[in-house]
């Protein structure tokens, strides 16, 4: 059974650019997204709520991720929704025990495996939603029983460097997923670094999580974007 934990920080007088949603895709197959609302202002609520309808119609057409995403693209350099948007879309089928993911501008998760490795996915990041350049790529990885998904907002990690230290949290923190992801923005919030931010953990079981004897963060060399 996929479990699916959500964590947020919302900073005083957010205007909230981070979002997501879980999508039933039917056939026990589901999606989950993240994004970032690149320019947040005052109509960053109305920009997601644009998206999310968009989304959750397009999603059911059954597509894989770089088409929603391509269909998403068109929308926004349209106009119909207005800035640029990060987008992270994995779909998981349980027939397979397999995850797709691709991005649109937005930085990849992070692959939690039992043993306490941590993997970067994707190589590919294609460009934002509402660019015009599509450029998306699709990566499918095995989600064994023990493994983890991470995907966040911007605010909780924008680099490599970023990346091993939520790795390194995530690995330390004890307990379900919900736990976890909870830990770790409390302690994001601790250490000084922005309170409005999302993470989403996502696992074929919510076992409580166990300190590895070492964490080893492996990233992909690949095109950032623009």
Not at 24 to 48: C, F, K, N
Not at 107 to 128: F, Y
Not at 149 to 166: F, M, P, R, T, Y
Not at 212 to 225: Q, T, V
């Amino acid at each position: 059974e996929l479990q699916v934990a959500v964590a947020r920080r919302a900073a005083a007088g957010s205007d909230g650019g981070a979002w997501h949603d879980v999508v039933p895709l039917g056939a026990g197959r589901t999606a989950i997204v993240v994004g970032d609302v690149l320019d947040p202002g005052p109509a960053a609520s109305a920009v997601v709520s644009q998206l999310w309808a968009a989304l959750r119609a397009y999603a059911r057409l059954d597509l894989p991720p770089v088409e929603v995403l391509g269909l998403l693209d068109e929308l926004v350099a349209d106009g119909e929704v207005g800035p640029l948007v990060s987008c992270g879309y994995a779909v998981f089928d349980p027939s397979e025990n397999s995850l797709t993911y691709a991005s649109a501008g937005h930085q990849p998760p992070l692959l939690l495996h039992g043993d306490g490795r941590v993997e970067r996915m994707l190589a590919e990041v294609g460009a934002p939603l509402g660019a015009r350049r599509g450029g998306y790529v699709e990566e499918v990885r095995t989600l064994n029983e023990d493994a983890a998904i991470a995907l966040h907002s911007a605010s909780v990690a924008e680099d490599g460097a970023a990346d091993q230290q939520l790795a390194t949290r995530l690995c330390e923190a004890q307990g379900s997923l919900t736990e976890r992801g909870e830990t770790v923005l409390a302690g994001l919030a601790v250490a000084g670094e922005p309170a409005d931010a999302l993470l989403v953990l996502v696992g074929r079981r919510d076992a409580g999580g166990r300190q590895p004897s070492s964490i080893e963060l492996a990233l992909s060399e690949g095109r950032e974007p623009a």
